[in-house]
């Protein structure tokens, strides 16, 4: 090497303005700049080619400028390769001393002073420079030695090849890499590659067939395809695929390669770098879970919502508007309580304590029970329930006179809910002749919906109600699209023609 040969010195920065900028300055050091918008273009990149200098900004997406020198330190060709830092933040002694650890020889804070940064470049250019010219009278030294001295240059040969095998990714991150020798078949891995395929490496031998053994059967056929294309002239390629280690565990990743070939064009050498993304997949997964779950609850409550819209009847147009709204707040109250236990359930306390709060005026109401959680679609159908009886009440019940009085009690026995529902003290009630659009909602509701019983009592002092209703159900076979069905009930087209009363 000549004094005044080009040396390659590799600037890193995921911003194309900074990069830009950096040229600029250093273009009249006359050397052969070289830009990288990654750490992976930069790792990359240093698998094949020398590096006198590299310039990395601190801060960076996937990975930043110290886990890139952490990652550039552990392969022995680049353990004394110049780093220089450059950070746009205040950077801490602490941060210093770790970027020092991690195998920086400088910083360069931010804004960059162009005559500093090319002074900077230029002192270790021209070191790398000093430093190839005594390696390379080194290897002549070498050289005569190993002539005189076969064993020492075939033990010399095994350390170069050894060293060339070495993988730039490190074991712990869920990263990896590996070698390929393409002539011979000859495969290694690091400890990471190890990890990631759930094997020992005291007992695995990587070989073709034992790779894809390991291999999901659905991305083997693609992953041999993508490498038979070095042979066609590709020199790269990056892939998801899914591995299944020997005790079952299905694990995603994504794997990088490049090809080195040899004068002729031949491939002689592949390597790459394998990532574990099972975790990004699985919480993917959850989030298109989440999206479909929305879409489905979302479509149920507007089925709800018209089936309300269709079914209400009034004596008038501010009547019937007065009814809908009613029935729509009371699912909206129920939807409130669900969402603060994430759609696990609401206990019924609760539930029944929202429903009356509007009408729930000195000691007129009373309701108490044991706690019980219940589920969703549950919830839903017992509200609208509870929503019809309170709103009956109001209008000609108890609760339509400050003397009247109404008692809620609940209870569980052999997996029921039992429920009382006992009005007093208000006017003289007479046994209606035909049920009511509420009290047939009631019924069908728990009845239809939740496979339960509704009882009236008609009494003259007051209305008694009990409502039975199953506590252990498929919840799978309950959901809330068939709410709908439950206001109609088994006579749903003949409810829908009636005119109906309170």
């Known amino acids: ?12 920065d995921d911003q194309p303005a900074k990069l830009l900028a950096y040229e600029v300055i250093l273009k009249e050091l006359g050397e052969n700049l070289v830009v990288a918008s990654s750490g992976r273009d930069a790792l990359e990149y240093l698998l094949k080619n020398e590096v006198a200098v590299i310039l990395v900004d601190v801060c960076m997406p996937e990975l930043d400028g110290f886990e890139l020198a952490a990652m550039i330190r552990e392969h022995p060709r680049f353990q004394k390769t110049a780093m220089i830092f450059i950070s746009a933040i205040q950077v801490s002694d602490i941060d210093r001393l770790r970027g020092y650890e991690m195998g920086a020889v400088d910083y360069v804070p931010v804004p960059v002073i162009p005559e500093v940064l090319r002074a900077k470049i230029r002192v270790f250019a021209e070191l790398y420079r000093k430093t190839r010219q005594l390696e390379r009278f080194n290897a002549e030294l070498e050289d005569r030695v190993r002539a005189r001295t076969a064993e020492l240059e075939q033990s010399n ?3 170069l090849e050894s060293e060339k095998r070495r993988s730039l990714a490190i074991a712990a ?3 990896g890499s590996w070698d390929w020798d393409w002539v011979n078949g000859d495969w290694m891995w690091d400890e990471g590659q190890y990890h990631i395929f759930g094997v020992d490496p005291r007992t695995f031998v990587a070989t073709p067939a034992s790779v894809q053994a390991l291999l999901h059967p659905d991305d083997a056929d693609e992953l041999r395809k ?18 299944r280690r020997r005790d079952g565990e299905i694990r995603w990743c994504v794997g990088t390669a490049a090809a080195t070939v040899d004068n002729g064009g031949r491939v002689v050498r592949v390597s790459g770098v394998t990532v574990d993304i099972t975790e990004r997949k699985q919480a993917e997964e959850r989030q298109n879970l989440l999206a479909r779950e929305v879409d489905h609850r979302a479509k149920n409550a507007l089925a709800l919502a018209q089936s309300i819209v269709r079914l209400t009847r009034g004596e008038n147009v501010k009547a019937y508007i007065e009814a809908v709204e009613g029935r729509i707040n009371a699912l909206a109250r129920v939807h409130t309580i669900l969402s603060l236990s994430n759609w696990q359930g609401a206990e019924i306390g609760k539930l029944v304590d929202e429903e009356l709060a509007p009408y729930s005026t000195g000691d007129q109401i009373k309701f108490y029970g044991t706690q019980i959680q219940l589920q969703p679609a549950t919830a839903q159908t017992l509200a609208l329930a509870l929503h019809e009886l309170v709103t009956n009440s109001a ?14 009690k609940w209870e569980t026995q052999e997996d029921m ?3 009382v529902w006992e009005e007093k003290d208000g006017p003289v009630v007479e046994r209606p002749v035909a049920r009511g659009f509420g009290t047939r909602s009631v019924i069908a509701s728990i009845e239809s919906q939740l496979g339960g019983q509704a009882e009236f009592d008609w009494r003259s002092e007051g209305l008694v109600c009990r409502l039975s209703v199953p506590l252990m159900q498929d919840a799978a076979a309950r959901q809330l699209n068939n709410l709908q069905n439950a206001l109609v009930g088994r006579n749903g087209a003949e409810l829908a023609s009636r005119s109906a009363d309170a």
């Open 1 to 12: 090497m000549i004094d005044h040969e080009k040396v390659n010195i590799l600037l890193v």
């Open 157 to 159: 040969a095994r350390l």
């Open 173 to 175: 991150g869920k990263m």
């Open 226 to 243: 993508a490498i038979a294309q070095f042979a066609k002239g590709v020199t790269s390629y990056e892939a998801e695929f899914r591995i």
């Open 395 to 408: 209008k000609y019940g108890a609760l339509s006179t400050l003397s009247g009085r109404l008692s809620i």
């Open 417 to 419: 809910l039992r429920m």
